[in-house]
């Protein structure tokens, strides 16, 4: 993904659109599979985890005061951004939209280095001083759930995903330049809770004998 993005121009006035950039996430593209949330689930498909290019785009484009057309949060935090950051997309369903309102052309960088990913805008003019700041309305636990594992021995558990609590978030941000704030509101963020996933080994069966 960041290899299909890297060396893109976005326009002065024009829209990106992540879906139109890069997408579709095929194999065919060099896509391939990835963890993807469906609802509570969490599942494999080709594409999985082009999300952290669609937050990561999403953090930039914030940090340089771009508009924000369309931005989804996903259904159940994730573990590489803070609540309220975070941007999901799906083909044909959901994207990642912003306008280059920076008066000039916008070229982005983008490259994986190891496990990290790196993006990065270069324009003409020097971004402003942008702080994220969100506040937790509710806070929803994250419940257990267990599943048999026949490998493990009986009383034996291994837990396999960790969890996270959703939560309902409002963010904003304040935006500095020559002395001048200006505070924007970016939505409310409504995460339902990510289930700790725990496998244990089968229940020993008792015999009993009837005389």
Request: glycine share 10%; charged share 25%.
């Amino acid at each position: 993904a960041a290899r299909l993005l890297a060396g893109k121009i976005i326009k002065a006035g024009e829209i990106f659109s992540q879906n139109e950039a890069i997408g579709p996430y095929t194999e065919d593209k060099g896509f391939r599979k990835g963890p993807t949330y469906v609802g509570t689930e969490l599942i494999t498909t080709v594409g999985g985890g082009v999300c952290k290019i669609a937050s990561t785009l999403y953090n930039v484009a914030v940090q340089s005061n771009l508009e924000i057309v369309e931005r989804h949060n996903h259904t159940m935090p994730v573990p590489y951004v803070p609540y309220g950051q975070d941007a999901t997309v799906a083909f044909g369903a959901k994207d990642l939209k912003f306008r280059n309102t920076t008066g000039s052309d916008i070229m982005i960088w983008a490259q994986g280095v190891g496990n990290i990913l790196y993006i990065a805008f270069y324009g003409s003019k020097r971004g402003p001083d942008v702080e994220w700041y969100h506040e937790v309305l509710e806070v929803r636990k994250a419940p257990v759930k267990f599943k048999t594992n026949p490998e493990l021995a009986p009383g034996e558990e291994k837990k396999v995903l960790e969890g996270m609590d959703g939560a309902v978030v409002k963010s904003w941000v304040t935006i500095s330049r020559d002395g001048d704030v200006e505070v924007k509101f970016m939505g409310i963020s409504d995460y339902k809770p990510m289930p700790h996933i725990i496998e244990r080994g089968p229940r020993k069966l008792g015999l009993f004998f009837l005389s």
